[in-house]
């Protein structure tokens, strides 16, 4: 079954500084992966999605990420933090096979003024 | 705009108590689940479905069940509260492979 890691549980930021969060999965063929972000007493929002083709995905709010297969990682960046953005974020992996999605543990992004 | 309607932002309510969490959407997407969220935790699947009624076991499906007997609805109860349900509960849908749709969620506290 395909999991997901996301080694840090809280990062902080200066706005403005660019940002990178981390994300590794185990899957054992090519999957399907995403990145949310949730805002304080939300659900979550799909901020971008990989299935195929260029490795590198951009998403709405200026997110991009890219899949790296030898590294089984799907790492999330942003060039220019803003205050706005402050929120979780969670990786997720779906299986090829059905619907099944399951989603990393969370990273709580602080942005400092 | 599509949309994923979860009936109650808040709830309190007894243990002991049955409770019905509902959610609907409106994007007749064919899969629905429904996800508990939990500090450190993260998204734990408790129960979905691929079709109306029909259902599978996530992860965590003691003490919970569902119902899907229309497409657009998909209702998670608690048939007997329990203080460690106190959780933040977590409706999505989706299509094939394009990323699930969430609700606003439901904060159930039992007391």
């Known amino acids: 079954a395909q999991s997901v890691t996301q080694p840090d549980i809280h990062i902080t930021v200066s706005e403005g500084a660019s940002l990178e969060l981390r994300c590794n999965y185990s899957y054992g063929a090519t999957p399907y992966l995403f990145w949310y972000v949730q805002s304080p007493g939300q659900g979550l929002q799909l901020l971008l999605k990989?299935?195929?083709?260029?490795?590198l995905v951009q998403g709405i709010k200026g997110f991009e990420a890219e899949f790296k297969r030898s590294q089984s990682s799907f790492n999330l960046r942003k060039p220019s933090v803003h205050w706005s953005d402050a929120a979780e974020y969670f990786c997720a992996v779906e299986s090829a096979n059905n619907n099944d999605m399951r989603f990393g543990a969370g990273t709580r992004l602080t942005v400092k003024p | 705009d599509v949309k994923v309607t979860q009936s109650s932002r808040y709830l309190v309510k007894r243990t002991g108590e049955k409770v019905f969490l509902e959610c609907v959407q409106d994007?007749?997407?064919?899969?629905m689940f429904w996800y508990r969220q939990d500090p450190g935790l993260g998204l734990r699947l408790i129960y979905f479905?691929?079709?109306?009624?029909?259902?599978e076991k996530g992860d965590i499906p003691e003490g919970y069940s569902v119902s899907r007997e229309k497409k657009e609805r998909f209702s998670l109860i608690l048939e007997s509260a329990s203080t460690n349900q106190t959780s933040m509960y977590l409706c999505?849908?989706?299509?094939?492979?394009?990323?699930?749709?969430f609700g606003s969620g439901t904060r159930l506290t039992v007391v």
């Open positions: 990989y299935f195929s083709g260029d490795t």
């Open positions: 479905s691929y079709d109306v009624k029909m259902k």
């Open positions: 994007m007749d997407h064919e899969n």
């Open positions: 999505a849908s989706s299509g094939a492979h394009y990323g699930y749709t």
